[in-house]
């Protein structure tokens, strides 16, 4: 499934280049060639995204027709800055790349962010001689380049902001880092992140790929201390080998997961322009993934909630499944998902199925799934039953589906207490939805006791399903059953 | 398929029954039986959407230790109550319903809401027993009941809230009317809907449908000129033939999508404990509905999103969809979705391909889908390309992706105020997307001129794809193609 021929140029061995990405994501300092005052300029807006973002390191904008930018001094060229510039973000027309990229190499810089577009993705073929131009000064230089065509990246826990887009800096800091072959897929999931306060650590647009592609991020991040979940945004690469083997070396240590599009005739063409590589061979990506130990996922919302479950839960044991909610048609819903996705529904031990029937009148279903319905006004039942069956040896996981109504407006908290103090390392994904955000503070409470929420409970138990694909891959060595 | 043997009891001809429904949606007053001022009471919370929800006829609180409940003057019973009452909602325990319900016999109501449980969906036989009782004494005395084991229901446009969750008040009004067989999903979907800006119209927990079912709800509808498209939630019926006839009879009228739960053999389980009704016979629901011009969906979110677009758009004429992208990635996940959902990416006329060509340089895709990306800075350029596109005549819709960078925060405006005057009836369906609802107006405008708006370009394209679906089983009768 790996030959050379049918996956992957095969032009380099594996493993050929090793750069140290490190000044890239923490530079002590970073020069803006091309920065600007004019909002209608992209240079205008990195300089925003540095200075908005807080970065706390010396920025040095280079504008050959101005004296200060952002009220920060600006230097004529690269050369003229007295200090050491370990990144530089290139946001000047094509034509002059290579020119800054010998000065780059002059000023022994450590890294390059280039912005600017026109290479290898256009239609005009000088654009492709530009890209392998630039590739080769890089590579002669040593120099590490993200991009060209691309927004930036973002490290959220320097702060370092590193785009074209200010609002970056407003995804709250976590454990997932992104690594996107498209601006606009990263824009959309920060943008999704954001708004489910979802935590990312990097956000990475890979755009053109000229000499950093998907397997140089994949082995930066398994080292890095604030990456714990790597999510890979594709839509083809030239060398997926690289990837591959380099995701099988660190499997077990990280856990990453893939959305490729590309399925599509359309899609698959389009890649080829948008970044100078063909989409093609869907099916055989799913196969490398699986063997590489890459969770494959199939939409934007499923890589974004599975990469959450990956941050906070820990994996399930097993398939035993237990579904708890507070009103039985959510329940059901999940129930679909979680069979269907190769879970089953776990039963009580005699114990538990006791103590739930001394908590719950016979009122409605006290077996699994469990409609807590009849507990209602009773928040201290609800958690009794979470705790019981959190702890009987024969249930793996929880789907905890609570919707708000006025009458158990407390069980979100009773609950949010009770499982900040568990003991046992069981995932839990709930669904606890309330109009107005009237839970917001109880869901940011479970989140941080390690419970992902999501916002139905097809959505956790989705990702429920993932982690437990997941689980089974890391024993397997590839199968992950149900795709 | 519908041979009663496999499908239906057939203990009752179709059509057996028709109650006048109008005075349950619209009453011009509403008595509230076990009305309380304790707020641990359902009768609490059922007085406060009475009031908080603005119903602008008379609210008659009824028990018998108050003189005053929400400083509405309060009666001992029923017959105390010197005016007419039309819609009377039931908050007391299960013992006391059959003697409220001669009551309300003897009153001449014209409607009840019951909220009690306590009856067919609970363990104990004696729970069916009393739902047969008040089954036959509502009958007998002509009364439809919503209920029992119901949180009640909405009608947005009196408006009036006859349920014990006053938060349904805030969701906005529009052309969606939800029936639900759970009071938890129908909580989830209204906060769904409240979140996403989705107008409803009615939305009606049916409970354990003693004399009201889907049926019925789906008859009465039909004829509501507030309700544009009509939405249910299913576990299991007792009756489907009802439902799939009163669905075939309409057929046309007024869109009918279905999400129905109890694929799973645990939610098949926890069906017949929840509401008293096997789900079972999964797959000839499937059937049905497709013979009944119904579009099943398979996610509480699908069923809403594509409620709205039925609820937004025209349909479209034909499978050939153009997808405009301000980037390429998501044009391309949304290309995906779309061909696997049986649509294809139409080819433009040479005219509509010159045109873009003069608008875009040849940086990118100016093909379909098309990466408008060139046109960042310049949102004359993006909405010149969505006009043209839209008048041409190989294409029957659109799918309009963009994520919103700082260079590009005008085009949304642009774009809907061209869409606003635009005059071709071509389903068109976007994913605008942007941190902080910085184009939450523009979206609303979108939205209002006839263009849904969806979180993800996934969710523009499955949408999209059942628009096709339905209009194909409009035309064929029966077959929706990819599912």
Redesign the interface.
């Known amino acids: 499934m790996l030959d050379q021929e049918s996956f992957g140029k095969g032009e380099r061995e594996v493993d050929e280049r090793s750069y140290d990405l490190g000044a890239i994501f923490k530079p002590g300092s970073v020069a803006v060639i091309g920065a600007s005052d004019n909002?209608?300029k992209?240079g205008f807006?990195v300089m925003?995204s540095l200075t908005h973002g807080r970065y706390p390191g010396r920025i040095f904008p280079v504008n050959p027709g101005k004296d200060e930018i952002f009220g920060i001094k600006t230097f004529s060229s690269l050369s003229q800055i007295p200090e050491t510039v370990d990144l530089v973000i290139i946001v000047l027309p094509a034509g002059q790349v290579p020119g800054t990229l010998r000065e780059c190499e002059a000023k022994g810089v450590s890294g390059v962010v280039l912005i600017t577009?026109?290479f290898k993705?256009?239609?005009?073929r000088s654009g492709e001689a530009l890209q392998k131009e630039i590739t080769s000064l890089a590579n002669q230089a040593g120099i590490p380049i993200i991009g060209p065509n691309t927004?930036g990246l973002i490290n959220l826990h320097l702060p370092l902001n590193a785009s074209?887009?200010?609002?970056f800096s407003?995804v709250e800091k976590g454990k997932i880092s992104l690594v996107?072959?498209?601006?606009?897929?990263s824009?959309?999931m920060?943008?999704?992140a954001?708004e489910n306060g979802i935590g990312l650590s990097k956000i990475i647009g890979l755009g053109n790929r000229c000499n950093i592609d998907f397997a140089d991020m994949v082995r930066y991040l398994m080292e890095d201390s604030e990456t714990g979940v790597i999510a890979l945004?594709l839509?083809g690469i030239d060398d997926p080998r690289r990837l591959i083997e380099t995701a099988k070396r660190a499997r077990g240590k990280k856990p990453i997961l893939a959305y490729k599009?590309?399925?599509?005739?359309?899609?698959d063409k389009?890649?080829q322009?948008?970044?100078g590589s063909l989409?093609g061979k869907h099916e055989i990506y799913g196969g490398a993934f699986k063997q590489a130990g890459i969770l494959a996922v199939e939409?934007?919302?499923e890589l974004l909630d599975t990469a959450k479950a990956l941050a906070l839960c820990p994996l399930p044991m097993g398939s035993r499944v237990a579904?708890l909610?507070?009103?039985?048609?959510?329940?059901?819903?999940a129930?679909?998902v979680?069979?269907?996705g190769g879970l089953s529904?776990g039963t009580f031990s005699p114990e538990t199925q006791r103590k739930i029937e001394a908590l719950l009148p016979?009122?409605?279903?006290r077996t699994?799934?469990v409609?807590m319905?009849p507990a209602w006004?009773d928040s201290e039942a609800t958690r009794e039953i979470v705790k019981t069956v959190l702890e009987d040896q024969g249930i793996d996981a929880i789907i905890l589906?609570i919707?708000?109504?006025?009458?158990n407006r407390a069980s979100a908290g009773v609950l949010s207490d009770m499982l900040l103090h568990r003991s046992t390392g069981k995932p839990i994904l709930s669904?606890l939805?309330?109009?107005?955000r009237?839970w917001e503070k109880e869901i940011k409470d479970l989140e941080a006791s390690g419970v992902p929420n999501y916002?139905?409970?097809?959505?956790a138990a989705r990702s429920l399903v993932n982690l437990f694909r997941f689980s089974r891959m890391r024993v397997s060595g590839g199968n992950d059953g149900n795709r």
Chains 1, 2 share one sequence.
């Open positions: 909002p209608g992209l807006h925003k577009a026109g993705e256009i239609e005009d927004f074209f887009t200010p609002e407003g996107s072959q498209s601006g606009g897929m824009h959309l920060a943008f999704l954001m945004y839509e599009v590309g399925r599509s005739r359309a899609s389009a890649s322009f948008h970044t989409a939409s934007s919302e579904v909610s507070g009103q039985a048609g959510p329940g059901m819903a129930c679909d979680a069979e269907g529904l016979p009122l409605a279903i699994n799934p409609d319905g006004y589906c919707m708000f109504a006025s009458a669904c939805s309330s109009p107005d009237i916002p139905t409970p097809e959505r």
